[in-house]
T-cell receptor, first 112, second 115 residues
């Protein structure tokens, strides 16, 4: 069935360092790959997304890469700040308006 | 622009009782989702509506869960009777103004504890 694997489950970095979170998906029909940030007691909030016709996308300190052949996609956060501390989820979907298959989440901790 | 509104924020019930959650999506969003998020896991889709029609309810435990979206706007999710394993955060999301693809926006969720 549809599945998204996410690693690592926890990640601790020093402020200013980079953080990388990796995901693998199983459904080759997937074409939309969003990343969500979830803070304690809140709902997930989109931070960046990528569609299958693009290999890389960047928004300030955040970038996402996609390798459709290998069914891998990754989130890169540079110059991390304490306010980046949260749980990050990757997801995959066939379309933007389709159901999202989420990974298990990565708890990122940025130490000042 | 107002976000996705959900109520209540928290609910504690005993097993075998019933409970209902309410969601008001972002104005104009045709697609509405209910996700279940068990502690320490990613959200899992329970049901997806397009306007007031069901698109996907393949993972909804229909013997105890039901959902409706009256007039294609607000939605309610009901559990009857509740089990201990239903303890989770229930998230509502919406997207898709007509003719546009937009990302899914999530509400803050309802945290359900079944004791």
């Amino acid at each position: 069935g549809e599945n998204v694997e996410q690693h690592p489950s926890t990640l601790s970095v020093q402020e200013g360092d980079s953080a990388v979170i990796k995901c693998t998906y199983s459904d080759s029909a997937s074409n939309y790959f969003p990343w969500y940030k979830q803070e304690l007691g809140k709902g997930p909030q989109l931070i960046i997304d990528i569609r299958s016709n693009v290999g890389e996308k960047k928004d300030q300190r955040i970038a996402v890469t996609l390798n459709k052949t290998a069914k891998h996609f990754s989130l890169h956060i540079t110059e991390t700040q304490p306010e980046d501390s949260a749980v990050y989820f990757c997801a995959a979907s066939i379309t933007v308006l389709g159901k999202l298959i989420f990974g298990q989440g990565t708890e990122l901790s940025v130490k000042p | 622009e107002a976000g996705v509104a959900q109520s209540p924020r928290y609910k504690i019930i005993e097993k075998r009782q019933s409970v209902a959650f309410w969601c008001n999506p972002i104005s104009g969003h045709a697609t509405l989702y209910w996700y279940q998020q068990i502690l320490g896991q990613g959200p899992k889709l329970l049901i997806q509506f397009q306007n007031n029609g069901v698109v996907d309810d393949s993972q909804l435990p229909k013997d105890r869960f039901s959902a409706e979206r009256l007039k294609g706007v607000d939605s309610t999710l009901k559990i009857q009777p509740a089990k201990l394993e239903d303890s989770a955060v229930y998230l509502c999301a919406s997207n898709g103004p007509r003719g546009r693809d937009t990302e899914a926006f999530f509400g803050q969720g309802t945290r359900l504890t079944v004791v």
